[in-house]
């Protein structure tokens, strides 16, 4: 098991880098230069989500805590079918 006074030190130096990139993310996805681009920060974003939630789960020690990350990966893996059926289209006009 995870020692809870290392989770105690790391977890918020963790949760503040992935607090940083989500921000970052964010910014590529309201402004990206392309929709490829915002796709793909759009991806990285609910990845950074899902892990953040798989981190909380542990540090509480509650595996239920992580089961919101199996509906957030499914619906992450639904809008990259959803693009990429739109990208093809678009591409044969």
Known sequence: MVDASLLNYVLPV???VYG???SIY?????????????????DVM?????????????FYESPMLAIGAIP??????????VVAKY???????
């Open 14 to 16: 963790v949760l503040g």
């Open 46 to 58: 609910t990845v950074d989500l899902i892990i953040i939630y798989l981190l909380i789960a542990l």
């Open 20 to 22: 940083l990139a989500y």
């Open 72 to 81: 957030l990966a499914s619906w992450i893996l639904l809008l990259d079918f």
């Open 26 to 42: 964010s910014i590529v996805v309201l402004r990206g230069p392309t929709v490829p681009d915002m796709v793909l920060a759009l």
């Open 87 to 93: 990208l093809l289209e678009v591409r044969k006009k």
